[in-house]
């Protein structure tokens, strides 16, 4: 067998999006998994819909999920005399003809039959032009577009995903392809590329397989293998409507932008549409890659659920080693924060990793590290006690920890400790305890543990954070 090729043929016609990563990643995947290639392709044929930019943005982020690419990026755009060649074979050998007609008038001729309620296609005006007719009017530079005849009869071709599908050809249109500026349309310039590019298996989105039929056409007429296919099911909203931009955001860089982490959102993605097989949700790329197949494959739409995005990504937050994450929170950093100190961070990321699920997050969990939070003095008070308790016990518990020599401080298990024994020694009330010290400490009804707390403030901030708390029960 030939060597396995993948591809991933983007538009460069703005961002990624996320339905287009899913099929990046699939072809990636498929073509690992056997050894293969990886082909990126820029379709770039419909200078209409170019945006500048978007090819760099394309790499850039293809970069960012660490898909690699084995060959390319091939641009279309610079084979362009390849496509007109191609054209001119199926010219020649009487599968396609030219077409002079105007704008203006296949307007008119859609208008009359959707008047009609007739489909929309062309009529063939121009299909019996005599051929030195056509030769003279390209001679006298008339503009003029190849159009493919399509025969009689019905096509059919296999689907990996939804099997068989047969089309009769009488539902095809005599379809453009090589324009008048001398670009081709997609449908010409993918068939000739997958083919010259040596493709074995095109994995793509299920918008397209409805121009499959005229594909299998255009493979026949030049003599080419055909690849396998395999069409993908749609990605969803919550409302089962197809993903779209106004339900959320649907490009790569808007979940970047929110602090979603790389291999979380590559997680997430691929299992829209496949099914590793167990009902673990967390898998790694080598895994991912591993247990990619063709046959497990959904056959039914997938919907996009952020919540479980979110769930996902504070998984992978909760994973990561605190350095590693310190690292990825930094740029999170509100301008002037800039120069927490790395150990700071650190150990920030390992107390409060659990609580994160976007990397985003680390901008409001950093201030209160920063500096002395806040604190409403009823909230000091624990649920069963009063305030004179709330004062007593955080007089009782600065003592503890002031008689603490730093070596106490060196991890949140020792001052755990610490506080266990203080509070046993003396018969106190957990509750009594640890409560006001925490919010002494973090201002907040909810936050890390007070020993967690201590580690990260170290000895002398939490004794001064312990007495502003006093002061303010005084
Ligand atoms: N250029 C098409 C796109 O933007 C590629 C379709 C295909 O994979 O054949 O998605």
């Not at 084995?70 to 010219?91: C, K, T």
């Not at 003279?136 to 009869?153: F, K």
């Not at 539902?171 to 590019?197: C, I, N, R, S, W």
């Not at 806040?374 to 007089?395: C, F, G, M, N, Y």
């Amino acid at each position: 067998m030939d060597k396995i090729k993948t591809r991933f043929p983007p538009s460069p016609t703005g961002f990624l999006h996320i339905g287009s990563l899913r099929t990046a990643l699939y072809n990636y995947y498929f073509a690992r998994k056997h050894g293969g290639a990886f082909v990126l392709r820029i379709e770039d044929t419909d200078r209409s819909r170019y945006v500048e930019g978007a090819v760099e943005s394309l790499l850039r982020t293809l970069k960012r999920m660490e898909i690699d690419v084995d060959e390319g990026p091939f641009v279309q755009s610079e084979r362009l005399e390849i496509y007109r060649a191609h054209a001119q074979q199926l010219v020649q050998a009487g599968h396609a003809y030219r077409c002079f007609c105007s704008k203006e008038r296949l307007e008119e001729l859609r208008a009359v039959q959707q008047t009609a309620k007739q489909p929309t296609k062309y009529d063939r005006a121009c299909l019996t032009l005599a051929t030195d007719e056509v030769e003279a009017r390209i001679a006298r530079g008339d503009a003029s577009v190849v159009r493919m005849r399509i025969p009689e009869g019905e096509t059919s071709f296999e689907d990996e995903v939804r099997g068989r599908v047969t089309i009769q050809n009488k539902e095809l249109d005599d379809q453009v392809l090589l324009k008048a500026d001398g670009f081709p349309t997609y449908h010409l310039a993918v068939v000739v590329d997958d083919h010259l590019m040596g493709i074995t298996h095109v994995i793509r989105g299920e918008e397209w397989i409805s121009s499959v039929p005229k594909h299998i056409l255009l493979y026949q007429w030049f003599g080419f293998p055909l690849p396998v296919f395999a069409h993908l099911p749609l990605i969803l909203n919550p409302d089962r409507s197809k993903l779209s931009k106004r339900q959320g955001d649907v490009s790569v860089e808007d979940y970047f932008e929110k602090g979603f982490l790389e291999e979380a959102l590559g997680n997430y993605v691929s299992l829209l549409g496949f099914n590793p097989g167990g009902d673990r949700e967390i898998y790694s790329r080598e895994e991912l890659i591993a247990a990619f197949d063709l046959k497990k494959l959904n056959k039914s739409g997938a919907v996009f659920d952020v919540n479980k995005l979110l769930w996902m990504n504070g998984q992978y937050l909760k994973n990561l080693p605190a350095d590693e994450l310190a690292l990825r929170v930094r740029p999170w950093l509100e301008h002037g924060a800039g120069d927490v100190p790395e150990q700071l961070l650190q150990k920030v990321c390992d107390v409060e990793k659990t609580r994160m699920s976007l990397l985003s997050d680390i901008r409001n969990i950093i201030p209160m590290y920063l500096h002395q939070p806040d604190i409403s003095p009823d909230l000091l008070v624990w649920k069963t006690a009063d305030r004179e308790d709330a004062l007593l016990q955080l007089k009782g518990v600065r003592e503890r920890m002031d008689a603490c020599d730093d070596k106490t401080f060196s991890t949140p298990g020792l001052v755990e400790e610490t506080l266990k024994r203080y509070i046993e020694e003396r018969n106190l009330g957990t509750g009594n305890v640890l409560w006001p010290l925490r919010v002494a400490l973090s201002g907040a009804k909810r936050s890390p543990g007070p020993h967690e707390l201590a580690w990260v403030l170290g000895k002398e901030e939490t004794i001064r954070r312990i007495d502003h708390a006093t002061s303010l029960l005084a």
